[in-house]
């Protein structure tokens, strides 16, 4: 029997849930031994493989770099998973959408924005299911590494991505 493969990608978000994966300590390490690892931020893995069993998914789609990995991500593996709330529903990513594009821009960079350096930015920054089709969504910012562990323990055994009333509540 072959173990899961997994892996996890950091597209439009500030890193906080790949902060919260490392926070399992130990337990990361346990769950790591039960799969491989074959594309994460965590590992210095250029090409995200085919073949992909469970992806947790960190960010919004704000980019075109983003939106060309989400349809990657999407062809390439059997279970998406929405981790955290810039995946779930844009969150902080999605803060210049109200103002739009170029109001955005413009704060940032003033007059004249970077022709180069910097990703070509979508009109809007959605969350992931509004790009690709997803299977699980985790919301939090960032969810709890309880929460973590358990929907990932639930998805290497095989079983629904199911957490319990208790781990469900944001308080």
């Known amino acids: 029997m072959t173990r899961p493969r997994l892996a996890t990608v950091w597209l439009s978000g500030c890193s906080g849930c790949h902060m919260s994966l490392l926070n399992l300590h130990g337990d ?67 803060l210049r959408n109200p103002s739009g594009l170029a109001a955005t821009l413009g704060r940032v960079y003033g007059e004249a924005p970077p022709e180069h350096g910097v990703a070509h ?30 929907l990932l323990t639930c998805l290497l055994q095989g079983q629904p991505a199911e957490l319990p009333p208790e781990l469900l509540s944001f308080g």
């Open 28 to 94: 990361l390490l346990g769950m790591l031994e039960q799969c491989d690892l074959v594309y994460s931020p965590l590992a210095d893995i250029k090409e995200y493989p085919r073949g992909v069993d469970i992806v947790l998914v960190e960010g919004a789609v704000a980019n075109e770099d983003n939106r060309e990995m989400a349809g990657i991500i999407r062809r390439r593996s059997a279970c998406v998973v929405s981790l955290g709330d810039c995946a779930v529903n844009g969150n902080v990513s999605a």
């Open 121 to 150: 930015l979508l009109p809007r920054a959605v969350p992931l299911h509004q790009v690709i089709g997803v299977d699980a969504f985790l919301p939090g910012c960032p969810p709890a590494p309880e929460r973590i562990r358990r």
